[in-house]
C-alpha cells in the first residue's frame, strides 16, 4: 500500500485526548492540544476567553491581510487554507478537517503576525473557537506542556510543506491528481455500493489550486478516468471505483521533462 508522505507528516502528534471533559467535548486521541493545561487556573482561563462561532458553508473566517488579533481553533467542519500571488492566482495548500485533525490551530504564523498571511475559507459548516492572541501566548508562557504541543503542531506542518514541496518538484500532475484524490478518499470518504464517495465537495477549480494546475488538465484527467472506469462523476461529487488503479498512477515516480 502506497504511504503517502503528506498524511504521514499529518499524523505525527497522535497521543492523547483534549484538555478535559469540561472544554468543548473534544475526546479524539489525536488531538493536537491534548493535556495541554496542567493547571486549572489555566483551563478556566482558556474556557472563558475563548468565543465559540458557527459558520455556513463557504464563508470566509479571515482573509490574507486582515488583522490578526485572535487565534482560531477548528472544532467542527471542514476547511481550506488560501494564499494569493501577485498574478492574481490562488494556491490551496492545506485542507483541515476537525474529524480527520481535532483542534487544529488555523493559522499558527498569527501568534507572532500582526496580520494573517492567509485565507481561510469553510467548506462545510464549520465550529470554530476564537481566542486572544495574548491570552493564547500567556497560556503558552505559562503550560509548557502546551507551548511543547503547539513545537509538535509546528513540527509536523513543516513536514507536510515539505512533503507538498517534494510532490510537486518530483512527480507529474497525473500522479499528484492521483494522490489528491487517494488523500480526500482517507480523510473524506465514505464506503458506497460502488466504491468510496468523497463527501467533501471541492469545485474543480479547487483540486486545481490544490496541485498547481489549470482546471482544464484537472478536467481531462478526471475525465480519462472516468471513461476508463476508475472513478465515477456525479456533478462536483467523486466516487473512486478503483483504488488499486489510482494506486498504481500514484505510485508512479515519472520523474519531470523537457
Known amino acids: ?50 468565543t465559540i462561532s458557527h459558520y455556513k458553508s463557504r464563508e470566509v473566517v479571515f482573509h490574507e491581510g486582515s488583522s490578526a488579533e485572535s487565534v482560531y481553533i477548528l472544532l467542527s467542519g471542514s476547511i481550506k487554507i488560501s494564499m494569493g500571488n501577485v498574478l492574481g492566482n490562488t494556491r490551496i495548500f492545506h485542507l483541515i478537517s ?61 513536514d507536510r510543506l515539505m512533503a507538498y514541496y517534494r510532490e510537486e518538484t518530483s512527480l507529474q500532475s497525473r500522479e499528484r491528481l492521483a494522490r489528491l484524490l487517494l488523500r480526500l478518499s482517507n480523510t473524506h470518504g465514505a464506503s458506497s455500493s460502488q466504491g468510496i464517495d468523497i463527501t467533501l465537495s471541492l469545485r474543480r477549480q479547487e483540486l486545481a489550486d490544490i496541485i498547481g494546475v489549470t482546471k482544464e488538465t484537472v478536467v481531462r484527467f478526471l475525465r480519462e478516468w472516468h471513461q476508463n472506469g476508475f472513478i465515477a462523476l456525479n456533478g462536483s461529487r467523486i466516487c473512486i471505483l478503483s483504488e488499486n488503479r489510482l494506486r498504481t498512477i500514484a505510485s508512479q515516480t515519472t520523474q519531470f521533462t523537457n
Open 98 to 158: 476537525a474529524h480527520h485533525t481535532p483542534c487544529a490551530i488555523l493559522d499558527i504564523a498569527a501568534l507572532h503576525n500582526r496580520t494573517h498571511t492567509m485565507n481561510c475559507e469553510t467548506l462545510t459548516p464549520c465550529k470554530i473557537c476564537s481566542i486572544n492572541k495574548t491570552t493564547f501566548q500567556w497560556l503558552m508562557r505559562h503550560e509548557p506542556k502546551l507551548a511543547h504541543r503547539m513545537y509538535l503542531g509546528m513540527s509536523a506542518e513543516v
Open 1 to 50: 500500500m502506497l504511504e503517502d508522505p503528506i498524511e504521514l507528516a499529518q499524523k505525527k502528534v497522535v497521543d492523547g485526548k483534549m484538555f478535559s471533559a469540561d472544554c468543548h467535548g473534544c475526546r479524539k486521541e489525536d488531538c493536537l492540544l491534548h493535556d495541554g493545561f496542567q493547571s486549572s487556573q489555566s483551563l478556566n482561563t482558556y474556557l472563558q476567553a475563548q
